[in-house]
């Protein structure tokens, strides 16, 4: 297994998001899922984790598998909100004890719900880094928001606060966007505030229009209306997916050309829209 700071020294890291599932039928599909991807030997994957712990079990479950049953290094993604220090402790322990040595440590966002608020020992992600920090024996990634966090008054604040976050971690994932020049604006902005650590891009291939607009609007994320243009009549679904891979192989070649040190695939638990930027991209497929 391998921790990623050591991965990202050692070169460019291409990789996967997964959600753990919540069925039987699900749970088949995503293992197919990881079988076909693996193939492309992604030098990590990750697993996101329910804000408040909604997916605290299942997690868990997916990431100690994926250390035990595949040759891929997993990452898990754990979040602040309503979470005690004896709350994280206990799923460090678990953690540890499986040799599970990468964390995406984050914010997650609060309850819409009041009766749905618990107690949290941590009020932003980077108490949370600091905790990790103190702790020891974890690689420590975060996310940072290329186009702005929606809660940050400003951008220029998100960026300080990013700043403050990546001193303390060893590198970032970044919010799916759809045009290059928001990251390379936020490496520059980052770079002006002393702050040169690996940043990858997330990105996530439009293969539902609905669905991926939606998450935008939620995540602030610019939907470009060059994008909306190309989709705009289209109701096939191997041709909305077609146009969305052809879309996110430009995003990619434009990242790498601008020195981005890999690529973060947000797959939804799929693998068609990745193998496919795989291919156009030329990168290697066993
Ligand atoms: P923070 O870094 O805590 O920032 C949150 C907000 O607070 C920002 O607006 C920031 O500018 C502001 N801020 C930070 N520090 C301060 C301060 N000291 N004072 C005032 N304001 C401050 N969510 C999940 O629930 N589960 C997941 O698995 C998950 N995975 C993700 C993976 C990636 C790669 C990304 C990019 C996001 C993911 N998210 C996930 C979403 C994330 O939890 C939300 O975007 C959340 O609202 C912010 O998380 P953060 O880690 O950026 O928070």
Redesign the pocket.
């Known amino acids: 297994m391998a921790r990623i700071i050591d991965l990202l020294a050692a070169g460019r890291t291409f990789s996967f998001e997964f959600f753990p599932p919540k069925t039987d039928a699900a749970q088949l599909s995503l293992g197919r899922t990881i079988a076909e991807l693996e193939t492309l030997h992604p030098a990590f994957v990750s697993v996101?984790?329910?804000?408040g712990g909604s997916t605290r079990e299942r997690t868990r479950d997916l990431v100690v598998w994926m250390r035990k049953e595949t040759n891929i290094s997993p990452m898990a993604?754990l979040?602040c909100v309503g979470h005690t220090r004896a709350d994280i402790d206990a799923i460090l322990d678990t953690y540890q004890a499986a040799g599970i040595e990468n964390i995406?440590a984050?914010?997650?966002?609060p309850p819409t719900d009041p009766a749905d608020v618990r107690p949290s020992d941590y009020e932003?992600?980077?108490d949370l880094v600091e905790h990790l920090r103190n702790r020891g024996g974890f690689s420590i990634g975060?996310?940072?928001?290329p186009e702005g966090?929606p809660?940050?008054a400003s951008r220029a604040?998100?960026r300080k606060?990013l700043a403050d976050?990546l001193r303390h971690a060893d590198f970032a994932?970044?919010?799916f966007f759809f045009e290059a020049e928001h990251y390379v604006r936020m490496i520059d902005e980052l770079a002006a505030l002393g702050v040169s650590k690996p940043v990858i891009p997330?990105i996530m291939p439009v293969t539902n229009r609905g669905q991926v607009q939606r998450m935008a609007e939620l995540?602030g994320a610019v939907f470009p209306a060059w994008l909306a243009d190309r989709l705009d009549g289209v109701d096939d679904a191997d041709e909305v997916r077609r146009i969305g891979v052809d879309a996110a192989t430009e995003l990619c070649a434009e990242l790498l050309a601008a020195g981005a040190p890999g690529l973060h695939f947000y797959t939804l638990n799929r693998s068609t829209a990745t193998r496919e930027i795989y291919a156009n991209l030329g990168l290697p497929v066993s």
């Open positions: 996101t984790y329910g804000a993604h979040t995406l984050l914010g997650g966002d932003y992600a980077l975060v996310a940072a928001h966090h809660r940050s604040a998100d606060f976050k994932i970044t919010q997330g995540s």
